[in-house]
């Protein structure tokens, strides 16, 4: 029996709701997918920018009152639930896909990256044992090679699939620690993403070294100062794509000094990794095939929906100690006879085929489709540098090197800058990040919206000019 429309089904006590699975689970989840397509329209439409205004309080005031009872004595029904719930959401959001929402390595996901994703949610394989993912656990060994191979011309390159940079980077130290043990020192530049020293802090080694960056990116010089002082096994960590600025580590001679020392190398390539596809940018990352392990996020410049990291490595000996053996999802019997076995591949158990949007992706674009996006926000963040640079309103800090602008009013004091961000925040007019370079505080725009056109970055300026002078 059909349920009226927007009562949904298994409320009651009768038949149970619809599986999304199975041979039933696509006629279930049309007519649901029209629900969630019109509320995601119908909220942005009501937020009418790139985030809601009135701040923290007002936004959490409108949730409320739109959700209600969280836990209702009786259903809404699937319909009601998906439009309140959905419309909430994106009325709630700050989204990506608005070109005036620049303020993170959060990039707006590809609609054919978002659809494969659903069918991910809809089948939910878990690739912690082979039988509850044969095909998944297939794409994503496929995959993971492929994508290694683009970093390591090696005989049997191979990649970790992450949540993102944060795990990628847990995981490079704890295979450090275990080559090494936990006499183990990091060694940092003070521009390396804030999962390196709290890795460090996890995984109960001595805390990381930070060293002093004044330009932005690690000191060859000071390096080897570090390095001809420390005793031990030591890890540098350096960084191609930082996240306040952009920056990319000299990796050669960072690589170079390793060689000379005896220190492993690891490269947080998170934001810049992907570099590597594109003919124009590629010379950037040279040295990047050096590193011991490589830290690489999709969900930045490369356009998935979260979560999408890797963890490269030149030979996949180098993920052995991540082995790991339960009865109940690898049993020994079981590998040997040929099913594969999935334990070593993560540090957590049940997690979803992060692979198969990636792969959709790849599949869709190309090398030739990915690269021109990528081009296309390099040169994005190159226009509005020089939009900026000729404005008389606006200081510069420098050339971008990725997708990273940063800038500030000419006139503003640090609290005023900070002030007017906050300010674009809580009317919803513009979502900005800010850092710290050279002693003062800068407005930060990171670019990852291929569709944002010089009228937007136009009207960003204009906005920005006219809080200014408030």
């Known amino acids: 029996m059909t349920a009226p429309p927007g009562t949904g089904t ?36 009501d937020r009418g920018g790139p985030l809601p205004a009135g701040g923290p309080e007002a936004q959490a005031a409108r949730v ?20 309140t719930l959905v419309h909430t959401l994106a009325a709630g959001a700050a989204d990506p896909a608005d070109p005036l929402c620049a303020a993170h ?43 290694a191979a683009e970093f390591y011309d090696t005989p049997h390159a191979d990649a970790l699939v992450t949540t993102g940079g944060t795990e990628a980077n847990q995981l490079a130290l704890l295979l450090a620690r275990e080559r090494h043990g936990p006499a183990l020192t990091v060694l940092h530049g003070a521009n390396a993403h804030h999962s390196i020293p709290r890795a460090a802090w996890l995984l ?54 390793c060689d000379r020392y005896g220190a492993d190398l690891h490269i947080d390539a998170a934001y810049g990794g992907l570099l590597a596809l594109t003919p124009r940018h590629r010379d950037k990352l040279a040295g990047l095939d050096r590193a011991r392990s490589l830290t690489i996020d999709l969900h930045k410049l490369g356009w998935q929906p979260v979560a999408a990291g890797l963890l490269a490595v ?46 959709t992706t790849l599949r869709s674009l190309g090398r030739d489709g990915l690269a021109r996006l990528i081009d296309r926000t390099c040169e994005l963040a190159h226009d509005l540098a020089g939009l900026l640079d000729a404005h008389p309103g606006f200081e510069l800090h420098s050339t971008p090197t990725i997708t990273t602008v940063l800038f500030r009013p000419t006139h503003a004091d640090d609290d005023q800058l900070a002030t007017l961000r906050r300010t674009l925040l809580h009317e919803g007019r513009a979502v900005l990040g800010r850092t710290r370079a050279d002693g003062r505080l800068w407005l930060k725009a990171t670019l990852l919206n291929p569709h944002t056109t010089a009228g937007d970055m136009n009207t960003l300026i204009a906005l920005l000019e006219g809080s200014t002078h408030r």
């Open 204 to 257: 109960g080694l001595r805390p990381a070294t930070e060293l002093p960056t004044p330009a932005g990116v690690l000191d060859p010089a000071r390096l080897a100062e570090e390095l001809a002082a420390t005793p031990g096994p030591t890890l540098v960590t350096a960084t191609a794509g930082t996240t306040d600025a952009g920056l990319i580590d000299p990796l050669h001679r960072i690589a170079d000094l």
């Open 10 to 45: 298994g409320t009651g006590t009768g038949t149970p709701p619809p599986l999304a699975g199975g041979a039933t689970g696509p006629a279930a989840l049309r007519p649901l997918l029209d629900t969630v397509l019109d509320a995601l329209e119908t909220g942005t439409r």
């Open 105 to 147: 390595l959060h990039c707006p996901p590809l609609a054919v990256a978002a659809a494969a994703d659903l069918a991910a949610s809809a089948l939910n394989p878990s690739l912690d044992s082979w039988d509850q993912a044969p095909a998944a656990s297939a794409v994503e060994a496929l995959l993971t090679q492929a994508l």
């Open 314 to 359: 030149p030979d996949r000996a180098l993920l052995a100690p991540l082995a790991h053996q339960a009865d109940y999802l690898n049993a020994t019997d079981d590998t040997e006879a040929g099913l594969p076995d999935l334990l070593g591949r993560s540090l957590r158990t049940t997690r979803r085929p992060d692979a198969l949007k990636i792969a």
């Open 64 to 83: 409320r009152a739109a959700l209600g009872d969280v836990l209702p004595a009786h259903g809404t029904g699937d319909h009601e639930a998906l439009r």
